[in-house]
């Protein structure tokens, strides 16, 4: 070994830089490194021990069946920490290790299905893509989101994996499905119904008093190769307009935004606001008791909807 080998540096790595992910689509793979790596392999986001590391994290485009590869030029020792084991517990049992022939086999056997049913379908540069709703009492929904859940500490901040035993979770997931072609995921979002309290005056009053749900969207993700194109938009939407036409839906709120989701949502809950001109007639200062209709209207969150209305009385301010 020569001097510069006894370094530390020399034998640190990125792990956001050696780990590769990629998704298997029939005309070839994309390949993306993930945001975040800490829930993975700890906070500082570096694996010592090795020289030329390279993790492989291969999915099936339709199935989403993973596939596990590791390489490296040398190693410093055997006590150094076991790369293949320590991403192997966020992954799901029946993760193909090193054996690519073995994975395409297994894909094959499989034949999955998409799982639920299409609840929206839209068009972006000219690809049909389609929102499938499951929940994880669905054999192949559950599969789906184990093989799917490691995204969310890949790219969410402070993103843990939810209760996959609970089967109030709802998902939707985004496919691109090309006419008479293979299906390819894009990106999910999960969401809980709380049930909401109607108030004690209420809830005293009625007899046969109906549940009232809030929908919390809890992690929402569109995978890197697909992102900047609307998917975003479209997936928040379709979410969204499905619980503004459930009665028993009251409000609509989100864990933990990041930034660009919060940008995403701005965006989104301004196009709709405005599209029903809902400042038409208001005026200054405005009344609490329209906040409060308002709010129950749009089922939104109180500081969601005074944002909206701030940011549209600065643009017409303009
Ligand atoms: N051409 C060019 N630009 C476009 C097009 C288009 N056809 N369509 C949309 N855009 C732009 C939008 O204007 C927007 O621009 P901006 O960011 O400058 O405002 C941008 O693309 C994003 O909009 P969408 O494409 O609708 O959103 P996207 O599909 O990229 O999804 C998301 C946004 C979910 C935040 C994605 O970036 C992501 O998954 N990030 C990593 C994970 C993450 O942060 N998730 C949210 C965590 S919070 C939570 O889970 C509750």
């Not at 928040?236 to 989701?261: G, H, Q, R």
Request: include cysteine; hydrophobic fraction near 35%.
């Amino acid at each position: 070994m020569s001097l510069p080998d006894y370094e530390p540096s020399s034998w640190t790595t990125s792990s956001n830089e050696a780990l590769h992910v990629s998704l298997a689509e029939p005309e070839g793979a994309f390949t993306f490194n993930p945001t975040f790596t800490y829930p993975i392999f700890g906070d500082s986001e570096q694996i010592f021990g090795y020289k030329g590391l390279r993790i492989d994290l291969a999915f099936d485009c339709r199935s989403m069946y993973p596939f596990l590869g590791i390489k490296f030029e040398k190693k410093l020792s055997d006590d150094v920490k076991d790369v293949e084991k320590t991403i192997l517990e966020f992954l799901p049992k029946e993760t193909v290790v090193k054996d690519e022939a073995l994975w395409l086999n297994k894909i094959e056997e499989e034949n999955f299905e998409i799982p639920g049913k299409p609840v929206y379908t839209y068009q972006v540069d000219g690809e049909t893509y389609k929102i499938f709703k499951f929940k994880l009492n669905d054999a192949n929904g559950l599969k789906l989101h184990l093989r799917i859940q490691i995204f969310v500490l890949l790219f969410i901040e402070a993103g843990s994996y939810i209760d996959s035993t609970d089967d109030v979770w709802e998902i939707y997931a985004i496919y691109k499905c090309p006419e008479g072609k293979k299906e390819s995921f894009v990106g999910f979002s999960t969401a809980y119904s709380h049930w909401k309290h109607p108030g004690t005056a209420v809830h005293d009053a009625s007899e046969t008093l109906e549940l009232q749900f809030r929908k919390k969207i809890s992690q929402f993700i569109v995978l890197p190769p697909y992102q900047s194109k609307g998917h975003g938009k479209n997936l928040y939407n379709c979410m969204v307009d499905e619980w503004l036409a459930d009665d028993k839906v009251k409000e609509i709120t989100v864990e933990d935004p990041s930034e660009a989701f919060d940008d995403l949502r701005d965006r989104c809950d301004l196009e709709r606001l405005n599209g029903a001109d809902f400042l038409n007639g208001v005026k200054l200062p405005i009344d609490k008791a329209w906040i409060e209709k308002q709010v129950a209207v749009h089922k939104m969150d109180r500081r969601q909807f005074e944002r909206c209305v701030e940011m549209t009385l600065l643009w017409m301010l303009q």
